[in-house]
């Protein structure tokens, strides 16, 4: 990185006047990327056990918050004014209920080969995914909790790989081995072990 540090630090959707811009990537390489977003959606244990059983009133809660994850990587151009719109790839949400912590563990993972990268795909996907477990329950628990989205890590670019340091305090936390974006991991999950 060149540049004073003040400049480096400066926050690249405002311009010096104060303006907000979309960043000008023409000059950046075309490079595989990556990124993984999570979110955490606290539930009642009753309300959680009707979201594994299938029979709450709004039906397949796990599988409809997977889809809306995805379209809504797909429309993070048209929800956040100054990404890019991006050639996704590919993109992967997995909702998996945690009965010992009586949560619902989102986790979307985004892909592309592009000049910037798809951390906002991954999160938005994530937090959509988050707000529509929260509407398709909110008819038997209102005080259902979205606890953190966080980007939990990324790869290419000029900036390369980052991993979020901290770990799941619980071994449940940790997702089964999935499909990913952009590669293959061991095994997919069934919905029946979920």
């Known amino acids: 990185m060149s540049g004073t540090r003040a400049e480096r630090r400066r926050l ?6 104060g303006r907000p811009r979309m960043v000008d990537v023409s000059e ?4 595989a990327r990556r990124a993984v977003a999570e979110a955490i959606v606290g539930l009642e244990p009753e309300t959680l056990s009707l979201v594994i059983d299938g029979s709450g009133p709004k ?6 918050a997977e889809l809306a994850g995805v379209l809504a990587a797909k429309r993070t151009a048209e929800l956040i004014p ?17 009965r010992g912590a009586s949560v619902v563990r989102i986790r979307a993972e985004a892909a592309t080969t592009a ?8 999160l938005t996907a994530a937090a959509v995914a988050a707000l529509t477990v929260y509407d398709m329950v ?24 980052w991993k979020r ?24 999950t069934k919905r029946s072990e979920r």
């Open 59 to 64: 039906g397949d809660v796990l599988t409809v």
């Open 12 to 17: 690249t959707h405002v311009d010096r006047a």
């Open 82 to 98: 100054l990404c890019h719109p991006l050639p996704l790839t590919d993109v992967v949400v997995q909702a998996t209920p945690d």
């Open 138 to 161: 909110k008819a038997v628990e209102r005080g259902v909790e979205i606890r953190s989205v966080r980007l939990l890590e990324k790869e290419g670019g000029v900036h390369g790989s």
């Open 165 to 188: 340091a901290e770990e799941p305090a619980h071994p449940a936390a940790r997702p089964r081995a999935v499909r990913g974006a952009g590669r293959i991991r061991s095994r997919p």
């Open 28 to 31: 950046k390489p075309v490079t």
């Open 115 to 122: 000049q910037t990268g798809v951390e906002m795909e991954a």
